[in-house]
Nanobody
Framework: QVKLVQSGGGSVQPGGSLTLSCAPS????????TEWYSQAPGKQRELVAT???????TDIDAVKGRFTASRGSARNTVLLQMKSLKSDDTAVYYC?????????WGQGTQVTVSA
């Protein structure tokens, strides 16, 4: 069964940057949309970025200007570039990708922003 595999999480100081990656573990139909979510401890999962297969992205007010989704070099790979990170950005980040077969969730990756 194909899964979405995430990588790139870790710890960073406030003001730092991280890039997360999301890619399928095998061959799947083209993703027409990928979403990124954050889930802080005790809070609901929140949308932080989206990208369509065309490359079009949606601005999310809470992270506007700091988080950007982009397409990776490999097919069906999507990146989440995060900059000017704050302690409030500490969360588990998930990707969710959609194709004609349905949708897939990544396993989640921890991002910790701390001095």
């Amino acid at each position: 069964q194909v899964k979405l595999v995430q990588s790139g999480g870790g710890s960073v100081q406030p003001g730092g940057s991280l890039t997360l990656s999301c890619a399928p573990s095998g061959n799947v139909l083209t993703f027409y949309r990928t979403e990124w979510y954050s889930q802080a401890p005790g809070k609901q999962r929140e949308l932080v970025a989206t990208i369509e297969s065309s490359g079009a992205t949606t601005d999310i007010d809470a992270v506007k200007g700091r988080f950007t989704a982009s397409r990776g070099s490999a097919r069906n790979t999507v990146l989440l570039q995060m900059k000017s990170l704050k302690s409030d950005d500490t969360a588990v980040y998930y990707c969710k990708a959609f194709n004609a077969s349905g949708y897939y969730w990544g396993q989640g990756t921890q991002v910790t922003v701390s001095a």
